[in-house]
């Protein structure tokens, strides 16, 4: 099986924390030229000291910030003048919690834009090379909300079910040039938005955030979170030749904790 990711490029983004920056790095140690996007440069100057490159790539980076869709969409267009993309992982911190009835309309516009309106101006900018290159892999991290509601994440609910439709879509239209589109579904997963997670399910069952976190792990077959390496992992094999003949699916990565199938 043919996993090995060199001379591929790769477009990481929300690579500075988590589930973005392990994939950057797993990615990286298949063999792929990794170009990380975040928000803060301090940051990717950080994640880009870590990045494996034994096999002579030069990684690099952007700066851009996924409330600013414009800035996005500039930033993406000098970053493919000279390069082809066979790799774009969307992802994107998720929106606050809370419940639906209560959030503000001004939520769902936000989040809608940070993550469908950003997702679709990089697909827009790095699917011509990737057709060039009869290569190409997209993939989106969102939630196993998509198959199951998340109770307490209304707006996150709402907007990754978009994602969910929009990615479907896509992968429908771009199967013919050797391009697909999935989406990786995470389950618990030990990142800074778990804690918030955590933390809000403590406030909602009136408990202390230990007691809370040990509840959710109940709620998962495997009785614990996932690591975000175990998640970069389902995002490395889904980018390799491996992969070719797998599209428009939503792979959860949440050790069975899905009552779905």
């Not at 950057?24 to 494996?52: C, Y």
């Not at 950003?118 to 990737?130: D, E, R, T």
């Not at 997209?138 to 994602?163: E, H, Y």
Request: hydrophobic share 40%; charged share 20%.
């Amino acid at each position: 099986m043919n996993i090995d990711l060199t001379n591929k490029n790769a477009l990481v983004c929300g690579s500075t924390a988590g589930i973005g920056k392990a994939s950057a790095k797993v990615l990286a140690k298949l063999g792929a030229t990794v170009t990380l996007v975040a928000r803060d440069e301090a940051k990717l100057k950080e994640t880009l000291i870590e990045l494996p490159h034994e096999k002579g790539q030069k990684h690099n980076y952007f700066v851009a910030d996924f409330s600013k869709p414009e800035e996005v969409k500039s930033k993406v267009a000098i970053a493919v003048e000279n390069k082809v993309f066979h790799i774009l992982l969307n992802n994107t911190g998720g929106p606050k919690g809370g419940p639906i009835f209560s959030a503000d309309t001004d939520e769902f516009t936000q989040a809608f834009s940070q993550h469908l309106v950003c997702n679709q101006i990089l697909v827009q900018a790095v699917v011509p090379g990737m057709k060039k290159a009869d290569y190409g892999r997209i993939i989106n991290i969102i939630s196993t909300s998509v198959k199951q509601p998340i109770d307490g994440l209304g707006v996150s609910n709402t907007i990754r079910g978009a994602v969910a439709n929009w990615s479907k879509t896509l992968a429908n239209e771009l199967g013919p040039f050797g391009i697909t589109v999935n989406n990786v579904l995470p389950g618990f997963t030990a990142t800074d938005r778990l804690k918030d997670i955590v933390a809000g399910a403590s406030k909602r069952f009136d408990k202390t955030e230990e007691e809370a976190a040990e509840f959710m792990k109940g709620l998962v077959p495997a009785r614990r979170f996932a690591q975000p390496g175990e998640i970069a992992n389902a995002v490395a094999f889904l980018a390799s030749e491996a992969a070719s003949y797998i599209n428009g699916v939503n792979l959860p990565v949440d050790g069975g904790r899905t009552k779905s199938l």
